[in-house]
């Protein structure tokens, strides 16, 4: 049996639904220990998002003596003195609020408490900490700032030489001793510097000096920091498709993800539009570099408008409007014009769906969203997911693109597009069934023509003046 996880607490509860699903009887001693593993991984509990990692914690029947005893027990004299003196001697980098710290040899978990001790400083936004043994070199890493992800800033310090990974704002790493000399003799050669080397202390193995080690990692680290660039996905032009790949984009919804999008409908575009039985009836196009002439076309085509950014993001355009002076029909969340469009021509002529702005701004602030949860329990979810991956796409697509859009809507999510699915679905499916009666549609279609002049610029700037600007003529 394996599994990976990645969106689960801690390896405690992956292990606990895999005993559960082959019927082993968890006793309460592994019932103990699997409890303080979700305890010690999660932060005391603080960083719970999944539901089966709510569920170890409340069924599991532990020995709370035990946990007591060890929750107070975390590291001995030794260990302190090994994390005092790591303390002293850490390097801050101003640029990257970043913290580099070189810890004795020690059980991973100290590195993982003296991480999460430097993310207290104000000023320390990430950190990585390493320690040296005989066989090669253990890190811990900590990112408290949504821009950068742990686990990516882990898996890019370790790649190709090493293992790293973990959660977004946790993870760890492990580079072997071999490959560690390997690289750094890159290092030495591509930098043209004299490599450092010395002997463990009984004299039978050579590698290099901590301080040639903390330099190596230091270069791959601040690689992976001067590749991410941040561009936001309001400010994305599919223009801009055929662009060179950026490195790194943490930030959710960025360029690689927004890309990721892109592929996934020219994919279903090439299967759909060459589908003999579906393709006189449904057709798919991805209209490149968008523009007013293009437009002039579209706007009065359209029998519907769909407008589906998520409620509380503000990010419908100008688009829904003109669509809207066309007589296309709005579908949409309640999200930027489309609350004031469904105001302008009442409920009967407008199809909205999914959960209004408070409640996703509410689940943003309790950080319990889990798409996961959606997916499991809704079976036609499951199956247009799982469609991204399917041998359909993957005969037409891009493998890489492929699976990383589908780990971001299974492990992440950041827009909650699961939550709203199933409303997406029936609301679509009413416009759909409405539509069979041409003259109810065409009033709807009048109707939103007629209300479509409150969109007019010379109100709108008039409107900005009386309120903001207050300039007189």
């Known amino acids: 049996m394996n599994r990976v996880m990645s969106y689960m607490g801690s390896c405690a509860t992956i292990v606990w639904d895999m005993l559960r699903e082959e019927g082993v ?31 170890l914690r409340d069924e ?27 303390l002293l001697g850490r390097d801050y980098i101003e640029e990257y609020r970043l913290a580099i710290v070189k ?7 100290v590195l993982g408490i003296i991480s999460d001790f430097v993310l207290e400083v104000d000023a320390i936004d990430i950190c990585m900490v390493f320690s040296v043994i005989k066989n090669g070199v253990k890190l811990s890493f900590r990112s408290c700032i949504k821009e950068v992800s742990a686990s990516e800033m882990a898996q890019e310090v370790c790649r190709d030489i090493g293992s790293g990974g973990g959660h977004y704002y946790k993870a760890g790493g492990f580079i072997p001793m071999d490959l560690l000399i390997d690289s750094y003799n890159v290092y030495c050669r591509e930098k ?18 901590d301080s040639a080690i903390k330099s190596l990692l230091e270069e791959r680290i ?26 790194k984009c943490p930030i959710p919804m960025g360029y690689i993800i927004a890309k990721d999008i892109i592929h996934a409908i020219l994919c279903l575009q090439q299967i759909i539009n060459n589908d003999p039985e579906v393709s006189p009836y449904l057709k798919v196009f991805m209209v490149e570099n968008y523009n007013v002439t293009l437009a002039e076309k579209l706007f009065p085509a359209a029998n519907i408008s769909e407008q589906i950014s998520l409620a509380s993001k503000e990010a419908s355009g100008t688009g829904n409007m003109k669509f809207m002076l066309n007589g296309a029909i709005t579908l949409g969340t309640s999200d930027g014009a489309n609350v004031e469009i469904a105001e302008l021509v ?36 499951k199956k247009a997911v799982d469609f991204l991956v399917s041998d ?45 009666d ?36």
């Not at 599991?60 to 994390?83: C, G, P, Q, Y």
């Not at 043209?192 to 000096?209: A, I, L």
């Open 392 to 436: 359909e796409m993957m005969k037409v697509g891009s493998k890489e693109n492929l699976e990383r859009l589908y780990n971001e809507l299974l492990n992440k999510d950041w827009f909650m597009t699961f939550p709203d699915f199933e409303d997406y679905c029936k609301t679509k499916e009413k416009a759909y069934a409405d539509y069979e």
């Open 60 to 86: 599991a029947d532990f020995d709370s003596t035990i946990v007591a005893k060890f929750r107070n027990a975390n590291m001995s004299l030794e260990e302190l003195d090994i994390a005092a003196t790591a």
């Open 25 to 55: 009887e968890i006793n309460r001693n592994l019932a103990t220990a699997l409890y303080y593993g979700l305890y010690t991984d999660t932060g005391e509990f603080t960083e719970i998002t999944h539901s089966l990692d709510r569920d």
């Open 192 to 209: 043209d510097v004299t490599p450092r080397f010395q002997y463990s202390s009984d004299g039978t193995h050579k590698r290099p000096s």
């Open 222 to 247: 601040f690689d992976y920091l001067n590749d991410t660039e941040i561009i936001y996905g309001e400010d994305f032009d599919t223009s801009g498709f055929k662009k060179v790949d950026y490195k």
């Open 346 to 381: 009442g409920d009967e002529n407008i199809y909205v769906f999914g959960e209004d702005s408070q409640t996703v701004i509410d689940r943003y602030e309790r950080g319990d969203y889990c798409s996961k949860d959606y997916y499991d329990k809704d079976a036609d979810l």
């Open 103 to 109: 810890a004795g040899a020690c059980d991973p978990n």
């Open 438 to 473: 041409k003259k109810a549609w065409a009033k709807k279609m009048l109707v939103n023509i007629s209300k479509a002049g409150f969109f007019s610029s010379d109100r709108t700037i008039k409107q900005y003046n009386d309120e903001i600007w207050h300039l007189e003529a």
